[in-house]
């Protein structure tokens, strides 16, 4: 059985730092693309940032020059160093992983429980 675990949130002051992790565990063949998405009160999940299998990493705007994604494949983990951060970035933030448990099977997307985060003012 897969397991996504996120740790690392927390109560921080405006223009603090945090750094998130997110460790998948299990009978695991291959990680392709892992993201972390976020989800303020009263509004829909969102997209932060993408990390592939290659490193190559891509980020919602509104976080472009503040957090950074990164992972290590030896220990099947990813993390968001999140800096310089805004009260509006106060959300649950998650973890997703698209994961194979062999190579014959499909790749499937799993999600950690989420981890809070936030930034006051």
């Known amino acids: 059985q897969v397991q996504v675990v996120e740790s690392g949130g927390g109560l921080v002051q405006a223009g603090g730092s945090l750094r998130l992790s997110c460790a998948a565990s299990?009978?695991?063949?291959?990680?392709?693309?892992m993201e972390w998405y976020r989800q303020a009160p009263g509004k829909q999940r969102e997209l932060v940032a993408t990390i592939t299998s290659g490193g190559n990493t891509n980020y919602a705007d509104s976080v472009k020059g503040r957090f950074a994604i990164s992972r290590d494949n030896p220990k099947k983990t990813v993390y968001l160093q999140m800096n310089s951060l805004k009260p509006e970035d106060t959300a649950v933030y998650y973890c997703?992983?698209?994961?194979?448990?062999?190579?014959?099977?499909?790749?499937?997307?799993?999600w950690g429980q989420g981890t809070q985060v936030t930034v006051s003012s």
């Open positions: 997703a992983a698209d994961i194979a448990l062999s190579w014959w099977q499909d790749v499937r997307r799993y």
């Open positions: 299990g009978r695991i063949f291959s990680i392709n693309n």
